[in-house]
């Protein structure tokens, strides 16, 4: 009990922290442990923007990314379905906002938690779906372009191993903060 209450208490905090390291400073002084855990649920369970792509037998829904500071970092959530029979693997995504983005997860290691590069084939499972998600997967964009923030609107691209690139609209949401 005590040790799973231990454990959700870390992954909340490195949810928070995990993805701006040169820039969480600032950020973090604006608002508090409980707006994130808020914001993150309501994101969950609402298509926000209804922002829902689908291509093939692909869908991607709910993308939104945390606000960042030029040269730092950020990070993208997202869900993604295949519908199809066949599994899917994303290979890759790029954006202009940023030099670089990685598909990472967060591994909790005995009581250590870090984060790891997924690689290039992610598996999306056959009648399935991956969830980008605080504590878990997340596409890590790194070397921001410009500060990223509240109601910023931006394009990223995902690359698949069997479907065609997919092009998803993704929002910083303003209520992030109260
Ligand atoms: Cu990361």
């Known amino acids: 009990?005590?040790?799973?209450?231990?454990?959700?208490m870390t992954i909340l905090v490195v949810s928070i922290s995990a993805c701006s390291f040169s820039s969480s400073s600032n950020q973090s002084k604006h608002h508090s442990h409980v707006d994130h855990i808020h914001t993150d649920d309501h994101m969950?369970?609402?298509d926000h923007d209804g922002s829902v792509v689908k291509h093939d037998n692909l869908e991607i829904s709910g993308?939104?990314?945390?606000?960042g500071f030029e040269g730092g970092n950020s990070?993208?959530?997202?869900?993604?379905t295949n519908s199809d029979v066949e599994s899917e693997y994303l290979i890759s995504?790029?954006?202009?906002?940023?030099?670089?983005?990685?598909?990472?997860?967060?591994?909790?290691?005995g009581d250590i938690m870090r984060m790891?590069?997924?690689g290039a084939n992610m598996l999306i499972p056959a009648g399935d779906e991956i969830v980008f998600e605080p504590g878990g997967y997340h596409l890590m964009m790194i070397d921001l372009e410009s500060d990223m923030i509240f109601g910023d609107k931006f394009d990223l691209e995902l690359k698949f191993r069997n479907s065609e690139?997919?092009?998803?609209?993704?929002?910083v949401p303003e209520n992030m903060v109260e």
């Open 165 to 171: 690139d997919v092009i998803v609209s993704v929002s």
């Open 75 to 80: 990070a993208v959530y997202m869900k993604i």
């Open 1 to 8: 009990m005590n040790t799973r209450l231990l454990i959700l």
């Open 63 to 67: 993308a939104w990314a945390r606000p």
């Open 93 to 109: 995504a790029n954006s202009s906002r940023c030099r670089l983005v990685e598909i990472h997860e967060i591994i909790i290691d």
């Open 44 to 46: 969950m369970t609402s």
């Open 116 to 118: 790891s590069p997924v």
